[in-house]
């Protein structure tokens, strides 16, 4: 099942099914688009791949008896691990199999609903191939993860459980091996970090020849992909421990206290737990670090695409029209709103306008000229001050501000300057190029400073005006207003039928990813407390058969739950809120992006007022809950029975 949520994953990003509006225009995926896809899944994919390991040697231990009791009498090792990987295969095929298929299908039933089921839909050959390779890469994956379980449990001693395999401490050479392969994935992790920090400081990408710049590209890359999938594995295993560190403290501070024999055992349980019992703490708090950065992330995402949309102008008065042919000479744009219009619709109360100039670039050499000019790149200069007219912090929540470009949705009147790209980029302008950096995030249009653009082009034009209708002024009379105003001023009039902004859809397939991710973090989290609480039976059947009352141990097994998974809370859900305000930033870590300190505190702390943390403290919450219940009735179970029943039981499910 998680490995299942990788292809899942994997389906709502590769390109097979792309839904565009209705003009039909589609974008070509290409082998680019599908390599990035595949490159994307590597951390979700080494993530999840430790969980799935955690999840598969704790769910054999019943199996792994048998399986030992016949490599004892002279059946090989191998027959098992080799059987197991075979169902690796059949479950990987059948788990990947369906995420791959539904997160096509809500691939595209994001993409329509963003569209308000307008879209067209294009299918792309390259979809293929990445949807053929993702599912070969997952079952792959499925299948290592249940040959190495296998021969995790199978190879212990006879008369040993998975548990009390798992429980021995290792031999001195699988300590020794152990202790290398972390401290070279921390070397390697951190000469990655290393290089991408110098990158991102100094950025000499930017001026280096073509030929060096190419080469430090390609290591960028390389070192990004090593960064990501080291520091996932690290951070893991750091979750992991610093839960386990606040548990033991909870422990201690439980056993210094007379609050009774349940709090004892409890209290030395948590203290003296098995490796198998750790695993499921570190697994626990590892699942609700991923749930608070998904949740993170998509309030923010949600949060700024409601930025671009209450941004996004009802009405639009130009000198020109997008649909006609014009002067794309670099430089701003010559034709400009009449004075007197400019005057007259800034003086009316019933519309807040904000004016803005167009700045074109140099067009690009024809190549084909079959396929004729392409446009230019082109940016629609603004205040940023006037935004905060219609949204209270204008497009900085977006990470607009000198020296950077938004991206446009394809509506407005500019082209952008990276239109389906993110980096550093620049207009060609008569002076010489003006520098910008192309952000991830998307506005109604494609807009810059004035700031940033008067040095090299000096102060512009009103060529347009935005307008929103004030408060309490419905759209049609701002509509009245408008072309009253314009008369026969010869001004075009353009009316935005509807809200546009390409987050919205990013927004709604990343929620429906938490939604899933909510019921199986649930789902995961109370069958881990329940497998721990089963691998205490001996120990509370030993209790018991040494005159502990059953009513005060049958409180064990739930307190043990809550206290880990309060521990594991604790530690997960800020380091998942943190990981979730450092990947959505719209500058902070992007190679060539501005790198203000006032505007990047300023952008963490409206990510930190925006990040939505009802549904992952929600989520913690129902964990805790459910965990509790069912460690409280797997306690109960289990000493119905006579401590020899239960030792008996012990054995039998692999606990003894």
């Known amino acids: ?143 290592v993860v249940y040959a190495l379980a296998a021969g995790r449990v199978a190879s212990a001693p006879m008369g040993a459980s998975a548990a009390r395999a798992a429980e021995g401490a290792p031999s001195r050479s699988e300590t020794r091996i152990r202790l290398w392969m972390w401290r070279g994935l921390a070397a390697l992790t951190g000469a990655s970090f290393g290089l991408l920090a110098w990158d991102r400081i100094w950025f000499a990408r930017g001026s280096a020849s073509d030929s060096v710049a190419s080469g430090l590209t390609a290591a960028v890359g390389y070192a990004t992909f090593a960064f990501l999938v080291g520091g996932a594995l690290l951070l893991m295993r750091g979750v992991a421990f610093a839960s386990a560190a606040l548990s033991r403290r909870t422990a201690g501070a439980l056993a210094s206290r007379p609050l009774g024999a349940a709090f004892a055992a409890a209290a030395d349980g948590l203290a003296h737990r098995s490796r198998v019992r750790v695993l499921a703490a570190g697994t626990i708090a590892t699942v609700l670090v991923i749930v608070a ?59 807040v306008s904000v004016p803005f100039g167009v700045l074109w670039g140099a067009a690009e050499p024809v190549t084909d000229p079959a396929a004729g000019a392409a446009a230019p790149d082109s940016v629609l200069v603004v205040d940023p001050a006037r935004l905060t007219a219609v949204s209270p912090d204008g497009l900085r929540p977006l990470g607009l501000q000198d020296g950077t470009v938004t991206r446009g949705n394809g509506a407005g009147l500019a082209n952008g300057i990276l239109p389906w790209e993110t980096g550093p980029a620049a207009l060609d302008l008569p002076a010489g190029p003006l520098a910008a950096f192309a952000l991830p995030t998307a506005a109604f249009d494609a807009f810059g400073t004035e700031a940033w653009a008067e040095p090299a082009a000096g102060a512009a034009p009103v060529t347009g005006m935005m307008l929103w209708p004030a408060a309490g002024v419905t759209r049609d009379e701002l509509d009245a207003a408008i072309t009253a105003h314009v008369g026969d001023t010869g001004a075009r009039i353009w009316e935005i039928s509807g809200i546009h902004g390409s987050l919205a859809a990013i927004g709604l397939r990343e929620t429906g990813l938490l939604y899933v991710l909510l019921a199986i973090g649930v789902a995961l989290t109370v069958a ?129």
């Open 1 to 143: 099942m998680t490995i299942g949520l990788v292809a899942l994953l994997g389906g709502m990003t590769a390109p097979l099914v792309i839904v565009t509006d209705a003009s039909g225009s589609s974008w070509p995926a290409g082998p680019s688009l599908g390599l990035s896809t595949l490159a994307m899944l590597a951390v979700p994919l080494a993530i999840v791949s430790p969980l799935a390991y955690a999840f598969r040697v704790l769910g054999t231990r019943r199996e792994a008896i048998a399986w030992r009791a016949r490599i004892v009498l002279g059946e090989p090792l191998g027959i098992h691990v080799t059987a197991q990987a075979r169902r690796g295969v059949s479950a990987g095929m059948v788990a990947s199999g369906v995420g791959l298929v539904a997160g096509v299908g809500w691939q595209v039933v994001a993409d329509w609903a963003t569209l308000g089921g307008s879209g067209v839909a294009h299918f792309e050959a390259w979809g293929v191939p990445t949807l053929a390779v993702t599912l070969a890469v997952c079952v792959a994956v499925t299948a």
């Open 293 to 351: 950065c998904v949740g993170g992330t998509v309030a923010v995402n949600d949060a700024r695409s409601s930025v671009a949309a209450t941004l996004s102008p009802p009405f639009i008065v130009a000198a020109l029209d997008p649909s006609e042919s014009f002067d794309t000479a670099p430089g701003y744009e010559p034709q400009a709103l009449p004075t007197s219009l400019v005057d007259a619709i800034e003086g009316d109360a019933r519309i």
């Open 528 to 656: 881990l407390a329940a497998s721990s609480a089963r691998d205490r039976r001996t120990e509370l059947a030993t209790l018991a058969a040494l005159g502990a009352r059953s009513a005060s141990l049958r409180w064990v097994p739930a307190l043990e739950a809550g206290v880990t998974i309060a521990c594991a809370a604790l530690i997960a859900l800020p380091t998942g809120f943190v990981l979730a305000m450092l990947g959505t930033h719209p500058t902070l870590l992007r190679a060539g992006a501005p790198l203000d300190a006032v505007e990047t505190l300023w952008d963490l702390g409206w990510e930190l007022a925006h990040l939505g943390w009802t549904m992952p403290v929600l989520l913690a919450a129902v964990a805790l809950a459910g965990g509790v219940v069912a460690a409280g009735i797997v306690g109960a179970t289990m000493l119905r029975g006579t401590p020899v029943d239960e030792l008996r039981e012990a054995e039998k499910e692999g606990a003894l």
